[in-house]
Structures are given as C-alpha cells and as structure tokens.
C-alpha cells in the first residue's frame, strides 16, 4: 500500500481472528468489572463546569470527576463523528481501520466500520459479559453494519447523526418510532440505560451510552426546557445532559455496584457553533485542538485515586487496551492496536505516552508530543461567513426532525477563531500557549524536525 502525507490508499484486511482471550485467571461472573462509558456528541471541551468554572454548573458530571480522574489533555483522532467512534471502539487509528468519513443515508454515503474489525462489545462479549449500545451509532446504516452485527446485544437509537435523514428510532435491527420527537431523546436513552443496568446487576456488563445531544439540532424535554433564545435552549441540553449522567451514577450506587462498575465520560469530538471549547482555537472539522480534544473522565476508586488531574496527553484509542487491563481480559495480539494501556499514566506512576495523531478525510493533519504540536499538512484557517445569507441546510423543519427551533449559527462561533499565519506547517507549544497563538517552527527546526521523523514512523506502519 502506497502512502503519502496528502493522500492515502485504505484497505481493510480480514480479520479472522478470536474477539477475545479471557486471561486464565478470570475472576467469577459476580467479581468482573463493569464498564460504562457515557459518549456525548459535540460537547467541546470549556462545555462543563469542571472544565470550565465560568459555565452553566454540571454537578453530575463533577461529581465523577471529584471521585475519579480526569484528564486536560485528551484527544480523539479526527475533528468528526464516525471515524472517531469507530477508534474508540477498536483501539485502531482510522487509517487501520478504514472509516474515514461519515456515513449520511441523504447523501447517499453508505459506508460502514468493516464487521471484521474487533469492536470492545465483541471483546467483552467473548468474556461473557452482556452487551449494548444505546443512541447514536454513525459507523453503518446498512443492516450489516448494525451495533448487532458488532458484538452488541442489544441496540436503542438513531443510527447516525440527529440531523440526517430519515430521523428514526432503531431497536436491535428494527424501526420502532418515526418520526421522532427529538425532545424526549436523552429521556429515551436514560429510561432504556437504567433498565439495562437493573436487568444485568448481578451480571457483568458493557453499557455504550451515546448521546445525541449537544449535536445539533438541540432539544430538550419539557422539564428541562427553558423558553427563549439559543442560550437557553443549550443551557437546557447541557441541564439534562448533566441530569441523566447522575440517574446513571445513582442506579449504579443503588444496586450496590457502583464501586465495581468503571465509568467514563466523554466526547467525541469538539463543538459546532454555539458550543464552548473552553479558550481553544477552532471547532468541530478543524484539526485546532478545539476540534479534537475533548473532555475525559474516568471513575474507578478501586484502582485509581480520586479528585486527580492529569495533564499527560493520551487519546481515546487508549480507552480498550486500558479497560481491557483492568478487567483482566487479553486482546489478540495479532491485532494491531494503536493505542496503550494508560494505567499508570491515570495512577500517576507515568507520564510517557506515545505521540498522538489526528487526521481529516485521508489525510493525517498533526502529531502531538508531549508539550509539541505540529501541523504536518497547511491548516485550514477561518472564513467569514456571510450571516445575512446563512441557511443551516440540516436545520429542524418540524416534519422530519421534531425539536425547538432556537438553533446556533455561524455567529456563535465555539472557539478562537483560527487566523492566517506566516508558515505552512506551524508548531507549537502548548503547555504556554494551549490556543496556538505563536508558531514556534522558525525558533525551534531541530523539535520540528523530531516531530516529522516521528510522524513518517508512524506512515511506515500503514505500509
């Protein structure tokens, strides 16, 4: 396979390989570790109060950072939806896994993650643990690319984003409501998450909690929903958000399992316009940290401390090799993965990380290391837009998406707007300048230099 730095040639190969390896020593049903992990759609990075003490209060959410770790240098590895999600599930960079671009049924873009990748679900499936994926999924509308076809057991949502077309409610493999009330959303979700929870309490289980919101466009039900302007229609997503982050926690801690359940709380990638990347340049689509660092939370006192902060980058093809270290399950060592076991780095016992890389199309745009960042390709800068004219082409029409119309536009723009510089691949140091102000190449060629030898390391891997 031939690849360069603007163009890439993807193939997929046959995974023929077992889900997963329970390690000999597996402990009992009762005993193994539950995980959930808690997904929102487009939350940038300044969206909650933890993250941001000069926004709406999230005390929920908080509350798991107070009792667990989080992280305040934490990437996905593209500025979008499907690819992203599909490395979370796979511990894979896209271009191993080969989802690069989002499926979107009204443009005729039907791709899908390939079945014969290993997702977690399937991981945690081979372990005996029950299984299931609740809201949005975007890695393949077409039935053989189903949450079901990829190791989950039971599926509850939309299957792609809450702006594409049809807008339909999917359980397992059928359609169940259409169309929807996009107001009762996070009400559905967290109504069929708790049952699930109930129904597997004395059974180890994997719970894929995937909002839609805050993607737009926004909703909230009646009881969260504050009339008015666009601010207060996101301040009433962000409300229930919150909420039903807590009724998670609370049924955990009910049925007595909270402490042997592993929590996350995440995004998967950064704002649109209207959300907050908390002081960072750029938004969703854009290779700006604004666009692909994101909030991340991890609670576990069992193994790691509480109320920690870690600043070590790491990334969210991280989360399956480390969940699978903690529930003493062995992945297939014949699957490549480009993610590591963060253990230590969350205990405070390490600080090194491999370099961490983000893409747009088939494209890789940057490499992170350490406190060095730099654009390998020319970024993309702001254009002004022309708001008189503006039309969201995705916008609600109360038919097809049902949802208050109090919608953001390009006039809320989530993050320092990235202006044009100087030289075409700009480097910098963000440990003193996390916005990404002062390019850095011209005074520092020999960390620029590091950077690109270690970038082309990483090509010669997809070769």
């Given amino acids: 396979m031939k690849i360069n730095s603007e163009s890439f040639i993807i193939t997929t190969s046959l995974l023929t390989s077992v889900c997963a390896l329970p390690a000999s020593s597996s402990p009992s049903a009762a005993?193994?570790?539950n995980v959930v992990i808690i997904l929102t759609d487009d939350m940038g990075y300044g969206e909650i109060s933890c993250y941001n003490p000069n926004q709406i209060r999230t005390p929920n959410i908080d509350a798991i950072a107070d009792k667990g770790v989080r992280f305040v240098n934490f990437y996905v590895p593209t500025p979008y939806s499907a690819p992203s999600r599909a490395s979370l599930l796979t511990g894979r960079f896209p271009l191993r896994h080969g989802m690069v671009e989002n499926p979107a049924p009204d443009a005729g873009i039907n791709n899908g993650l390939n079945p014969a990748e290993v997702t977690m679900a399937e991981i945690f499936k081979g372990?005996?643990?029950h299984t299931k994926a609740i809201g949005k999924w975007h890695l393949g509308h077409k039935p053989e690319f189903f949450p079901a076809k990829q190791g989950f057991d039971e599926y509850y949502g939309i299957l792609y984003s809450n702006d594409m077309r049809?807008?339909?409610?999917?359980?397992n493999m059928d359609t169940v409501e259409y169309p929807v009330d996009q107001r009762q959303l996070t009400q559905k979700y967290i109504s069929k998450a708790l049952d699930f929870i109930e129904r597997n309490q004395h059974s180890p289980f994997f719970?894929?909690?995937a909002h839609a919101m805050p993607h737009k466009p926004l909703a909230a039900s009646e009881r969260f929903y504050s009339q008015g302007d666009?601010?207060?229609l996101y301040k009433s997503v962000i409300k229930e958000l919150d909420w039903s982050t807590g009724e998670v926690i609370k049924k955990l801690e009910k049925l007595g399992i909270l402490e042997n359940t592993i929590v996350i709380f995440m995004s998967d990638n950064g704002p649109w316009y209207g959300g907050n990347t908390g002081g960072l340049k750029g938004m969703k689509a854009t290779n700006w940290d604004g666009g692909f660092r994101v909030p991340f939370i991890i609670r576990y006192p069992k193994e790691f401390p509480q109320g920690k902060v870690v600043e070590t980058p790491a990334w969210s093809l991280d989360i399956l090799p480390t969940l699978m270290?903690?529930?003493n399950i062995k992945t297939d060592p014949k699957i490549k993965l480009d993610g590591q076991d963060i253990s230590?780095?969350?205990k405070g016992k390490s600080h090194e990380h491999s370099p961490i890389f983000s893409m747009k199309g088939t494209t890789i745009r940057t490499i992170r290391d350490g406190n060095w960042k730099l654009f390998v390709t020319k970024p993309e800068y702001y254009r002004e837009v022309d708001l008189k004219n503006w039309k969201d082409p995705r916008g609600p029409d109360g038919t097809t998406i049902i949802a208050p119309f109090a919608q953001a536009t390009p006039a809320d723009y989530p993050g320092v707007k990235p202006e044009k510089m100087e030289w075409e691949m700009p480097l910098f140091d963000l440990s003193k300048d996390p916005a990404e102000t002062t390019d850095l190449s011209k005074q520092y060629p020999e960390v620029k230099e590091k950077?690109?030898?270690?970038?082309?390391e990483f090509l010669a891997t997809f070769q």
């Fill in 31 to 33: 005993q193994k570790t």
């Fill in 127 to 129: 372990a005996g643990y």
């Fill in 166 to 171: 049809p807008v339909q409610l999917i359980a």
């Fill in 207 to 209: 719970l894929y909690l």
């Fill in 230 to 232: 666009f601010p207060e």
């Fill in 325 to 327: 270290k903690l529930t």
């Fill in 344 to 346: 230590a780095i969350i």
């Fill in 451 to 456: 950077l690109l030898r270690k970038y082309n």
